[in-house]
């Protein structure tokens, strides 16, 4: 009886330890499969002589759960209450230690999970983690990553976002003037509570491109039409010659009010705002946001203007409207 009450004393102790969620990704990680059995740790560090084993700093109960082969440790039946940080000591000297995670399959899709967007075609785009319900995440490219391999590059989080995700920002060697042929190969490691989630998510850059809003730089009377000059935001990918975006100019009618849009940037005179998205035409990729709203003024103003100041298309009307005025004045006078 005693010896049952001990065995669960010490699961209920082993099962709080275990339970302390991880806020960090460990150096050295022995992960269990699932449907895995048992596992094997090794004591990492050289030594002569025995060593002993400890779980979470507590010392190891061999009477079920354990197997000592020299130096080696067989967790058998792997569980949670097993899992944890597990470390090999010499005496007093603690040599080295690992931390036993379970590998866990998530319900939801990767694409539900991480969602990547690029703002041009350079080097660097950025992906979010959307799950609250890990403590830490952690991304890499490439089949290393994919694997678990040690010489994965491992990002970590840029930040936090609002729903307490997290914001990732990422580097890749594609040639932006080069054909893309081969998908890029982003793997998600989360850990919750001793549990190990790993994911890979394979996509082209040109899926993921979405630019930034574009520039209105200026708007000028051509006849009866209005033409706007429109540059690509600075995010952008240069030439712009070789990176061309397309344009979507969206109005509002001065006289009836009606909104309308146009892919050329030629568009109705008498309009009193507008606003202006762009995207990838050869792709077809996702519109970027519209760019805030921007009245439009067509009269030409010449009072207390300097010439300077005035539009080209202002300066020939402000010089009609003068000599208008200055026949009048010749009128009155010969009145």
Known sequence: MMTLLSWIAGFLLMSITAAQDLNHFPENVVLAKINENSVTLTCGAPTAGPVTWKLNDEDVDFEDHFEQKG???????????????????RGKAKLSSAYLLQETEEGEDIDSLLTCHAKSYDCNFSCSWTNSRYAVVRLGIGPECSKGQRSCQWVSSSGQLENE?????????????????????VTAEAINNHFLLRKTKLFYLRDIVVPDSPQIVSSEVVGQQLSVN??????????????????????????????????????????????????DPLVFSPWSQWTPWKNVRNSCRCKKQKKSKLPS?????????????TKDAKRSQSL
């Open 230 to 279: 429109i540059k690509p935001p600075s995010s952008w990918s240069t030439p712009y010659t070789f990176f061309s975006l397309q344009h979507e100019i969206e109005y509002v009618l001065r006289d009836d009010g009606r909104t309308e849009r146009s892919l050329s940037s030629l568009i109705p005179k008498r309009i009193s705002k507008l606003r202006v998205r762009c995207r």
């Open 313 to 325: 298309r202002c300066l020939e009307h402000c010089k009609k409207k003068m000599e208008e005025r």
């Open 71 to 89: 130096k080696n440790l067989i967790v058998k039946e792997v569980d949670t209450p097993l899992l944890g940080e597990y470390s090999c000591w």
């Open 165 to 185: 995700g997290f914001q990732f920002e990422l580097y890749h060697n594609l040639s932006p003037f080069a054909e893309e042929s081969s998908m890029l190969e």
